[in-house]
């Protein structure tokens, strides 16, 4: 079972259209920043640090898959609740729920790899299986020393 | 069978991220884009002239679903080629590929609604059943005269 | 003497470009933010209730000046000092100093005028003079209630 | 007197902000692309290239400073005229007038460098002087063969 992490977004004038409301790449921008944050709540080491260590230069995105349920405007905070949905060989799903209070305004799917540069290309990369550590740490229930400082950490039993 | 319309994009430097590479929301930004100048290709007349005349506000966002296959970076030149792959009672598909020469970069659909404001709450929009006029204009294989004037509108056989 | 509110910023992959850092727009995208957090934290009401009451509908920029001296980039946490500089008849002008610790990032000026829409033609907006009383919130020292949730309001004599 | 080079931008709706405006740090954006399209059109070679044959680069931004006159919005197309307004020793100002049809929308200046690696630190970038090849090329009025490409090259008198 993975944790779920909450990551809050206030949203501000600029990222809205002449609707008034959120232009919805913002909600795609928002979850890649939640995807990083969800592994760094997990006590996973920046992505900096462990290109130098294990070579992983980060998780791209394979495919995205969103559907749009209700509008978000300025002035309103959002939260955006992230957890790993399923571990395959060579990538992984992250499920992200925005929510405004009890409202589901979006929900999101990504699919990522863990990548590391060829060697035999270095101007490519590669996806590699994913890191049973990692896993482990984004599966655990112990509380990280690095999540004490998060805003919401919410393990909850209703995510796969 | 839809027309299929090819919209271009310059990759800029703004739109790449620190790997070097098109930050991916930007590529729904452009589907976007790709999007209404479909519609604009098709002979439709803009959203601002047909609020006031059919109160037809635009098609918003329902959903998104994109494949990232290959990156594009910053002095290219990517082609999106937009259709409509389904027609629903209330909602249609577009099929948009984005391609750099021969090579398929990443592959997206969006699922939209033509949408007015609801006559008890104009606050608020509803879907209407897509007009079977505007759906006539997709398909139609005679150039409209508002086409004459665009890049490459190339209709194909193995588009829906 | 006017108030300085500051206003954290988290720079995130997304916001910085090939070269690594911040793309520079970004900064002014995130002083206009800090604009209006300023105002906010002035104990002002939000031009939503504004444009109700008084018919203002905000402050667009007349200009905008920036002087970059260091690069920030992702992963970092940065903080815009954000004050009035100096009120003139019909405009005012902010500063914003972006902060990181103890290093200076950029320094920008925006001159900025409180607009109501046009009674002659609503289409358009029209300069106001500067209203007294928000005037008067913006130099107070009294700690507004609104002001009391705030992250770091930091008056300061080094601020005309 | 330099060239003045046009660069041409359609502006979309995502570009707007909720007031149905362009939001301000677009035109830095367009701006700083224009700046770009500038140095292709005279003859100049990418960065790409000039860092492999003399360590340049790029050009980037010391100081912007904006004015904005009047919105633009979407479906409508505006040019950029992009010259260099005066070169000093390690610096150079570049002068962009946004224009609409007839009305000036907005004018920038922008202070760039042209900046190689530092030897000493290849982390950390410093200015050289302006190569007097690049200069020639900027000011020159003979057509390069780069630029024959272009939508619509137009050295005028009213550029210092």
């Known amino acids: 079972m993975s944790r ?3 990551y809050r977004v206030d ?3 600029g990222d809205c259209d002449p609707a008034g409301i959120v232009f919805f790449p913002n909600f795609s921008r928002w979850m890649d920043e939640s995807s990083l ?3 760094m709540a997990c006590g996973i080491a ?9 070579g992983i230069v980060g998780t791209p995105l394979l495919e995205i898959h969103t559907k749009y349920f209700k509008p978000a405007t300025y002035g309103e905070t959002i939260e955006i609740h992230t957890s790993v949905e399923s571990w395959a060989a060579k990538t992984f799903s992250h499920r992200h729920t925005v929510r405004r209070g009890d409202d589901v305004l979006c929900e999101g799917t990504e699919v990522r790899a863990f990548v590391v540069r060829d060697a035999a ?3 490519r990369i590669k996806a590699i299986p994913v890191p049973e550590d990692i896993k482990a740490l984004c ?7 690095s999540q004490s400082s998060l805003p919401r950490p919410i393990p909850t ?3 796969p």
């Open 46 to 54: 920046p992505w900096r640090e462990l290109v130098k260590t294990r």
């Open 139 to 145: 599966s655990s229930f112990v509380p990280s020393r």
């Open 11 to 13: 949203v501000h004038f």
């Open 157 to 159: 039993g209703d995510n």
């Open 37 to 39: 944050a969800f592994f």
């Open 121 to 123: 290309n270095p101007e």
């Open 4 to 6: 779920v992490h909450v």
